[in-house]
T-cell receptor, first 116, second 117 residues
Framework: GAVVSQHPSWVICKSGTSVKIECRSLDFQATTMFWYRQFPKQSLMLMATSNEGSKATYEQGVEKDKFLINHASLTLSTLTVTSAHPEDSSFYIC????????????FGPGTRLTVL | AQKVTQAQTEISVVEKEDVTLDCVYETRDTTYYLFWYKQPPSGELVFLIRRNSFDEQNEISGRYSWNFQKSTSSFNFTITASQVVDSAVYFCALSEAEETSGSRLTFGEGTQLTVNP
């Protein structure tokens, strides 16, 4: 089956620093990648949708200048949390889909971000 | 707008009991997909099933079964003879057609299932 990886799996950083999270599709070309955020004991909330080679589409209430998304290739999307603060601490999950099966999404294992 | 409701926040059962997790959805689309995912404590989402709106046949996979009823907009999930390893958070999700919403997934709030020995 389709495999999506995320790196790092967890990260701890100081308030004010920036953190980059990578999402890779390992065995397929991901035309679209999605970024979700999940706070403890809550559901997954879609943050943004990114299509390869174009700007990401952000959901309402998500600051695009704070959460920078780049989808420069068909196998890699990155989420950069700029000037992270403790309230950005969360579990970030990416998913990817390819053009062959556009109605299926394959999820990465998630990245746990803790901002001190 | 699409919406998924999982009214059961937490369920606790004793091993070998059957348990049903409820899922009710709202959508204006005629073409859509419904999903169930399992999220163990590790956090990684485990895909369980995907069902499209034109296929109302119930499905059974081992101890898991799903009941899809368009008339009540429900897609319930039953675990038969539950086991401790079934303990996890279970999410129901809905995706409208790509041309409608770009196949964006909307998740329910999740149901925390605890199976006690």
């Amino acid at each position: 089956g389709a495999v999506v990886s995320q790196h790092p799996s967890w990260v701890i950083c100081k308030s004010g620093t920036s953190v980059k999270i990578e999402c890779r599709s390992l065995d397929f070309q991901a035309t679209t990648m999605f970024w979700y955020r999940q706070f403890p004991k809550q559901s997954l909330m879609l943050m943004a949708t990114s299509n390869e080679g174009s700007k990401a589409t952000y959901e309402q209430g998500v600051e695009k200048d704070k959460f920078l998304i780049n989808h420069a290739s068909l196998t890699l999307s990155t989420l950069t949390v700029t000037s992270a603060h403790p309230e950005d601490s969360s579990f970030y999950i990416c998913s990817a889909r390819d053009w062959v099966a556009p109605d299926e999404q394959f999820f990465g294992p998630g990245t746990r971000l803790t901002v001190l | 707008a699409q919406k998924v409701t999982q009214a059961q926040t937490e369920i606790s059962v004793v091993e070998k009991e059957d348990v049903t997790l409820d899922c009710v959805y709202e959508t204006r689309d005629t073409t859509y997909y419904l999903f169930w995912y399992k999220q163990p404590p590790s956090g990684e989402l485990v895909f369980l099933i995907r069902r499209n709106s034109f296929d109302e046949q119930n499905e059974i996979s081992g101890r898991y079964s799903w009941n899809f009823q368009k008339s009540t907009s429900s897609f319930n999930f039953t675990i038969t003879a539950s086991q401790v390893v079934d303990s996890a958070v279970y999410f129901c999700a809905l995706s409208e057609a790509e041309e409608t919403s770009g196949s964006r997934l909307t998740f329910g709030e999740g149901t925390q299932l605890t199976v006690n020995p």
